[in-house]
T-cell receptor, first 113, second 115 residues
Framework: GENVEQHPSTLSVQEGDSAVIKCTYS??????FPWYKQELGKRPQLIIDIRSNVGEKKDQRIAVTLNKTAKHFSLHITETQPEDSAVYFC????????????FGSGTRLSIRP | DTAVSQTPKYLVTQMGNDKSIKCEQNLGHDTMYWYKQDSKKFLKIMFSYNNKELIINETVPNRFSPKSPDKAHLNLHINSLELGDSAVYFC??????????????FGPGTRLLVL
C-alpha cells in the first residue's frame, strides 16, 4: 500500500543546533523523495530532493540521506536559524500513478532564539 | 509574474452553497493537482489532470467536481458545501513526465470557511 510516516510531529531546537526529521515509506519501488517547506500561511515549496540512485545529497545547510534497504530517509538541517521555523513535509511516489506523491504528516519545526 | 495562481484567496460561505475555485499555471506544465490541507496540516491529494485528462481521482465526495478546460487551467467546483469542507485548498502543477519524481509547484492556496 501507499504510506509515508513522518516523525516527529513537532520539534523545537536552539538556534545554531541541528534538526533531524525522519520518514519511512512502504513501497520498495519508490525512487524519488522530495522535502517541502511550508512557512506559516504560505504554500509548500520544494527545498531538496533525492533519487534512489544516491544515498545522500547536500545543499548548503540542508542535507537528505536515504536508506533504501530500511526504506527510510531523513532531512538534516545544520546551524539552524529563525527562518528555518516552518512545517516540513517529506513525500514519496504513490504506487498507483507516476504523477502521484504521498505526503508525510508534517513536522512543525520551531527555532528557539 | 506568478507561476501558479488561484482565485479566490479567501472564501467564506454558508453551508449548502455551491462555490468554485480557479487555478491557472503559466509554467507550460502538463499535469495539475488539487490538494486539501486540513487544520492539522495534512496535505491530501484529491485530483490530478494530465493534459486535460483525469488521471488521479482519490476518494473524494462526488460533491467535488474538477474541470480542466485546457492544460493551463484546473478548476474545482464544490456543491452543497458542508462544515467539514473548511480547509485550505492548494492547486499544484508539475511537468507531467511518465517516470515520476517531479517537483510540484503549489499555488498560494484558497482558504475556505463554511459557516
Amino acid at each position: 500500500g501507499e504510506n509515508v510516516e513522518q516523525h516527529p510531529s513537532t520539534l523545537s531546537v536552539q538556534e545554531g543546533d541541528s534538526a533531524v526529521i525522519k520518514c519511512t515509506y512502504s513501497d520498495s519501488a519508490s525512487n524519488y523523495f522530495p522535502w517541502y517547506k511550508q512557512e506559516l500561511g504560505k504554500r509548500p515549496q520544494l527545498i531538496i530532493d533525492i533519487r534512489s540512485n544516491v544515498g545522500e545529497k547536500k545543499d548548503q545547510r540542508i542535507a537528505v540521506t536515504l536508506n533504501k534497504t530500511a526504506k527510510h530517509f531523513s532531512l538534516h538541517i545544520t546551524e539552524t536559524q529563525p527562518e528555518d521555523s516552518a512545517v516540513y513535509f517529506c513525500a514519496a511516489p504513490g504506487s498507483s500513478s507516476a504523477s502521484k506523491i504521498i505526503f508525510g504528516s508534517g513536522t512543525r519545526l520551531s527555532i528557539r532564539p | 509574474d506568478t507561476a501558479v495562481s488561484q482565485t479566490p484567496k479567501y472564501l467564506v460561505t454558508q453551508m449548502g452553497n455551491d462555490k468554485s475555485i480557479k487555478c491557472e499555471q503559466n509554467l507550460g506544465h502538463d499535469t495539475m493537482y488539487w490538494y486539501k490541507q486540513d487544520s492539522k496540516k495534512f496535505l491530501k491529494i484529491m485530483f490530478s489532470y494530465n493534459n486535460k485528462e483525469l488521471i488521479i481521482n482519490e476518494t473524494v465526495p462526488n460533491r467535488f467536481s474538477p474541470k480542466s478546460p485546457d492544460k493551463a487551467h484546473l478548476n474545482l467546483h464544490i456543491n452543497s458545501l458542508e462544515l467539514g469542507d473548511s480547509a485550505v485548498y492548494f492547486c499544484a502543477s508539475s511537468l507531467g513526465g511518465t517516470s515520476g519524481g517531479e517537483t510540484q509547484y503549489f499555488g498560494p492556496g484558497t482558504r475556505l470557511l463554511v459557516l
